[in-house]
């Protein structure tokens, strides 16, 4: 059974198609990139799968639970986290409050410090800075707090929207060499949207391209970098 | 004399605080501004009596003892506002900040109405805990003792919240909501329970205020609601939409300058009182529109 299934999901606003049809199975443990141009349907297709987003037709299921039609509470509850775009920390909570927010769903509180512990040794930054104002951290501080917030919920699933959104390179390197290294550690499953396909190629895993709403091609990441399928997808057939 | 002002304007001041944190509150994590608020107060007043259309009201809730009188008023303020906000606000937990407005209103037209059916709509004589009019000697003034119980009780209230806000789960979740709602429940945090929480709490603030204004001024009367939700309202404007403490420090500043224009106004000026504090509060709004604390939450919606 496949950890993650998304069957003919369709997301529109008003009239505007943002998602159709789209169909895609995740294996348990794995990591899949997401990537495709503005306005591909990605951020939608994580909403919809998170419950953020109402979807138009299709299902979603989790270890063969369907989730579509839970709210986002209940389907966080079920074993999937969100780092969203743009990080949406609680910039006026401290940042070992946003830690926390997410751990109201747990009853293993033993765990939840153990956890808390993982992460603090995972990102000594947010140990150092546990008790300051969250909106104070730098844009790469954010991100490693947005990905331990996550984390902090115990998820079984993990998306992540464009983590790499806004940051200097060497650290969303950082981001991505932590990301992966708590993956293997907790046996994650993950999905990352992510543009760039040669930073997917330089991480590693399968990549599902989107445009216009539909998922193109799906494959190995590093294949899509050598190929111009990825081009192809931003600027349109070759003439 | 000076002292005298200064118990006036921290119970004056503390009474305007708790009104506006009412609705900072529910502000704060649904950006719906309730204007029912004043007529949860009204309501809560009404509990006290038994329906009648007589002058001098029969006491009903309010014959009981201080000890259970005043769990039992906070108890019916929470219960109302959960039922309003089960059964009005969230069928409409989708609309536009707009609709949710109206329907408060609609709310709020709803309750007075219904008081009006049952009690009438002269004004009661309530005769609740009069042996607080008593004044007590305090260095050079006397100050009535029941001034000095609502100065004590604002502060109690004030620091329960604070504690409950940053050291309790539901606190903690009420926080993270009023940030960012949607993020929260993508964190698992159940939108309902910190709805209904911010709701009770609410309600029962409004209970405190009824129950301290009928103790001040010994009438029951169905606007009563009206005018402090007014003062309310601007209190929670001032103080920056949503922010509790900005809702805080402009309850009581409003609650400061009003005792202070009354002490100090000739006496021919005095009726126009609150012309000359909302003449102040108009000069403030046009230094700082977004309130003396504007909230992170309320900035990016707007």
């Known amino acids: 059974m496949s950890k993650l299934g998304v069957h003919d999901l369709s997301v529109r606003y008003g009239k505007l198609t943002a998602l159709s049809d789209v169909s895609f199975t995740v294996a348990e443990g794995e990591r899949l990139f997401i990537s495709g141009p503005n306005g591909a349907g990605k951020s939608s297709l994580l909403g919809a799968i998170s419950g953020a987003v109402r979807a138009a037709h299709g299902r979603v299921e989790m270890d063969g639970d369907i989730l579509s039609g839970h709210s986002p509470e209940g389907i966080a509850r079920r074993g999937l986290s969100m780092v969203p775009e743009g990080r949406r920390i609680f910039r006026a909570l401290s940042v070992q409050e946003n830690l926390m927010v997410g751990t109201g769903l747990r009853r293993d509180r033993a765990a939840v410090a153990d956890d808390l512990a993982t992460v603090y040794a995972a990102f000594p930054i947010l140990h150092d800075r546990r008790h300051a104002n969250a909106g104070a951290l730098s844009g790469g501080q954010q991100q490693m707090l947005a990905i331990s917030r996550a984390l902090m919920t115990n998820p079984k699933l993990m998306l992540v929207d464009e983590p790499s959104l806004g940051l200097a390179p060497k650290v969303v390197d950082e981001v991505y060499d932590r990301l992966v290294a708590l993956q293997a550690q907790r046996g994650l499953t993950l999905v990352i949207v992510e543009q760039s396909s040669a930073r997917a190629a330089r991480v590693g895993g399968r990549m599902l391209l989107m445009r216009g709403g539909r998922v193109v091609a799906d494959g190995d990441a590093a294949s899509f970098a050598a190929h111009d399928l990825l081009s192809e997808a931003y600027f349109g057939d070759p003439a | ?302």
């Not at chain 2, 805990?129 to 119980?149: C, D, H, K, M, N």
């Not at chain 2, 029962?204 to 301290?212: C, D, F, G, K, Y």
């Not at chain 2, 949503?242 to 100090?264: C, D, E, I, K, R």
């Open chain 2, 1 to 302: 004399m000076s002292l005298q002002i200064l118990f006036d304007a921290l119970s004056l001041g503390g009474i305007y605080a708790i009104a506006a944190l009412g609705i900072a509150l529910i502000f704060g994590v649904m950006k719906l501004v309730n204007f029912a608020h004043g007529q949860f107060i009204a309501c809560s007043v009404f509990a006290l009596i038994l329906p009648s259309a007589d002058a001098v009201a029969v006491l009903g809730l309010g014959a009981l003892p201080a000890g259970l009188l005043i769990p039992a008023i906070l108890l019916f303020g929470a219960g109302l506002a959960v039922l309003a906000e089960a059964f009005v606000f969230r069928p409409l937990r989708n609309a536009s900040p707009v609709a949710l407005m109206v329907a408060s209103f609609a709310l709020g037209i709803l309750l007075q109405n219904l008081l009006l059916v049952t009690y009438g709509g002269r004004p009661k004589a309530i005769s609740l805990w009069p042996e607080l009019g008593q004044p007590v000697r305090l260095l050079s003034a006397e100050i009535p003792l029941l001034q000095l119980f609502v100065i004590g009780a604002v502060g109690v209230i004030l620091a329960g919240l604070a504690l409950m806000l940053k050291r309790t789960r539901i606190g903690l979740e009420m926080r993270a909501a009023a940030e960012d709602f949607g993020m929260a429940r993508l964190l698992g945090v159940r939108a309902n329970r910190v709805i209904s929480g911010a709701f009770a709490l609410s309600g029962a603030l409004a209970a405190v205020v009824a129950l301290v204004l009928v103790a001040q001024t010994g009438v029951a009367d169905v606007r009563m609601g009206g005018q402090i939700m007014l003062v309310a309202f601007i209190a929670t404007v001032m103080g920056g939409m949503g922010s509790l403490p900005g809702a805080v420090a402009a309850g009581l500043a409003l609650g400061a300058v009003s005792a202070l224009l009354q002490a100090f106004l000739p006496p021919e000026a005095r009726p126009f009182r609150d012309a000359f504090l909302y003449g102040l509060v108009i000069l403030v709004l046009l230094f700082r529109p977004q309130g003396l604390f504007a909230s992170a939450s309320a900035k990016p919606r707007v």
